[in-house]
């Protein structure tokens, strides 16, 4: 055999599929793995939605100016240190409760008190335009937003096959959009909706629900 034909010999082994399935991804090897990472970043996209998104709408419409959004803006900076957060995570936890685990549940019950908490207090505070406080919370809000999405995702490397990993990344981007899509457009299309003169969904309701919601995914 010349050296030609041995070249596109080797050429056509190497482009052949391989029979072996053992490496293909599967969901269902991982399922109930994909619905936990599913709802964890669900109500990340939750909580994004609605003080990234339609918080500022609810105060503008409550005469805020771009002064007070520019302060309520601040709420977003601890995202800007996640690079930080990420080493003190991976060298500092419990053996016993797990490397994860030792920030991601403490910090989704944090996550969920900040947000029940908060349903009493925000009709009251975005009437008065107390934009600092809301600020403070915001920021509260998204330093635990930061530590779980260092604990999340690193958490995604050893609680799916590594096959799996693509659809871990899939459950991210696809919870977190439907999750901002709920808080965000969808809430404040209906959150003008009234019936008998009454509004049915306010802001309050939202922060209560992704608050029980946290704990309930902390305590499973």
Known sequence: MSTLESYFETEKVEMEPSSNSANETSWKDDKANLVILFWLYFTQ???????DGALSLFLISRGATFSD???LSYQVYPFSFKY??????????????????SYLIPFQYLFGIIHIIMSFQ??????????????IAGFA????????????????VTLLKEKNFSLGATAKHTAH????????NIFVL????TINGKQ??????????????????GII
């Open 200 to 217: 049915v969904l306010r802001p309050r309701n939202l922060q209560l629900f992704i608050g029980c919601l946290s704990i309930f995914i």
């Open 84 to 101: 930080l957060f990420a080493p003190i995570l991976d060298s500092f936890y419990s053996t016993s409760f797990g490397k994860r685990k």
């Open 190 to 193: 209906c959150s003008h909706w």
């Open 45 to 51: 996209g939750l909580a994004f939605g609605f003080w």
């Open 141 to 156: 809000t998204h330093f635990c937003l930061a530590i779980q999405g260092v604990a999340v995702d690193g958490w995604v």
């Open 122 to 135: 925000l009709e009251s505070l975005l009437d008065s335009k107390s934009v600092f406080t809301l600020m």
């Open 177 to 184: 959009l439907v999750g901002v899509f709920f808080s965000y």
């Open 69 to 71: 959004l520019g302060v």
